[in-house]
Protein backbone atom coordinates (compact mmCIF):
# COMPACT_ATOMS: atom_id res chain seq x y z
CA UNK A 1 0.00 0.00 0.00
CA UNK A 2 1.04 3.53 -0.96
CA UNK A 3 -0.08 7.28 0.19
CA UNK A 4 0.15 10.02 -2.14
CA UNK A 5 -1.04 13.25 -1.39
CA UNK A 6 -2.63 15.14 -4.70
CA UNK A 7 -2.87 18.89 -5.49
CA UNK A 8 -5.85 19.28 -7.97
CA UNK A 9 -6.89 22.91 -9.31
CA UNK A 10 -10.20 22.64 -10.71
CA UNK A 11 -12.71 25.01 -13.03
CA UNK A 12 -15.58 24.53 -10.13
CA UNK A 13 -16.19 22.93 -6.76
CA UNK A 14 -19.96 21.51 -7.48
CA UNK A 15 -19.75 17.51 -7.78
CA UNK A 16 -15.63 17.65 -8.02
CA UNK A 17 -15.10 15.33 -4.53
CA UNK A 18 -18.02 13.32 -5.44
CA UNK A 19 -16.33 12.82 -8.81
CA UNK A 20 -13.28 12.14 -8.22
CA UNK A 21 -14.04 10.19 -4.50
CA UNK A 22 -15.67 7.93 -7.24
CA UNK A 23 -12.74 7.79 -9.45
CA UNK A 24 -10.41 6.79 -6.57
CA UNK A 25 -12.68 4.27 -5.40
CA UNK A 26 -12.82 2.45 -8.82
CA UNK A 27 -9.22 2.62 -8.87
CA UNK A 28 -9.07 0.41 -5.96
CA UNK A 29 -7.92 3.56 -3.38
CA UNK A 30 -9.53 5.41 -0.39
CA UNK A 31 -9.44 8.79 0.55
CA UNK A 32 -7.90 9.80 3.59
CA UNK A 33 -8.56 12.87 3.82
CA UNK A 34 -9.03 16.54 2.04
CA UNK A 35 -9.57 19.59 1.86
CA UNK A 36 -11.29 22.14 -0.23
CA UNK A 37 -10.76 25.53 -0.88
CA UNK A 38 -10.71 28.25 -3.64
CA UNK A 39 -7.76 30.19 -5.22
CA UNK A 40 -7.33 32.52 -7.86
CA UNK A 41 -6.69 30.21 -10.58
CA UNK A 42 -9.77 27.92 -9.40
CA UNK A 43 -10.90 25.22 -6.82
CA UNK A 44 -8.40 23.70 -4.93
CA UNK A 45 -8.67 20.00 -3.62
CA UNK A 46 -5.91 18.62 -1.58
CA UNK A 47 -6.30 15.24 -1.04
CA UNK A 48 -4.48 11.79 0.61
CA UNK A 49 -5.71 8.62 -0.72
CA UNK A 50 -4.07 4.80 0.15
CA UNK A 51 -4.21 1.87 -2.10
CA UNK A 52 -2.44 -0.51 -3.93
CA UNK A 53 0.99 1.15 -5.19
CA UNK A 54 0.70 -0.74 -8.56
CA UNK A 55 -2.11 0.89 -9.51
CA UNK A 56 -1.39 4.27 -8.63
CA UNK A 57 0.05 5.67 -12.19
CA UNK A 58 -3.36 4.50 -13.59
CA UNK A 59 -5.25 6.64 -10.71
CA UNK A 60 -2.73 9.41 -11.64
CA UNK A 61 -3.63 9.90 -15.28
CA UNK A 62 -7.38 9.24 -14.32
CA UNK A 63 -7.40 12.09 -12.06
CA UNK A 64 -5.21 14.20 -14.90
CA UNK A 65 -7.42 13.69 -17.36
CA UNK A 66 -10.80 14.01 -15.34
CA UNK A 67 -12.62 16.50 -17.33
CA UNK A 68 -12.99 19.14 -14.09
CA UNK A 69 -9.50 18.88 -13.36
CA UNK A 70 -7.40 22.06 -15.04
CA UNK A 71 -3.83 21.08 -12.88
CA UNK A 72 -3.04 17.88 -11.28
CA UNK A 73 0.38 17.32 -8.93
CA UNK A 74 1.30 14.12 -6.61
CA UNK A 75 3.82 13.58 -3.76
CA UNK A 76 4.71 10.56 -1.35
CA UNK A 77 2.36 11.58 1.22
CA UNK A 78 5.34 11.75 3.93
CA UNK A 79 7.14 14.04 1.75
CA UNK A 80 4.36 16.01 0.34
CA UNK A 81 3.16 19.84 1.39
CA UNK A 82 0.51 18.42 3.83
CA UNK A 83 3.52 16.41 5.75
CA UNK A 84 6.01 19.36 5.97
CA UNK A 85 3.55 21.98 6.75
CA UNK A 86 3.42 24.22 3.80
CA UNK A 87 0.04 25.35 2.60
CA UNK A 88 -0.88 23.56 -0.83
CA UNK A 89 -3.92 25.91 -0.72
CA UNK A 90 -5.41 29.45 -1.00
CA UNK A 91 -3.16 31.92 1.88
CA UNK A 92 -5.52 33.35 3.98
CA UNK A 93 -6.46 37.11 3.40
Same mark, same amino acid.
Given at each position: ?19 ? @? ?6 ? !??L????? &?? %? *?? =? #? ?19 ? @? ?6 ? !?E ?5 ? &?? %? *?? =? #? ?7
Amino acid at each position: MVDVEFRIIASRREGLLIGL @GQLIIANG !FHLLRHRL &GT %A *AD =G #VVLSMTVRGPENGLLQLEEHV @GTHAMVLS !FEAWPAET &GP %A *AT =G #VAVGPTPA
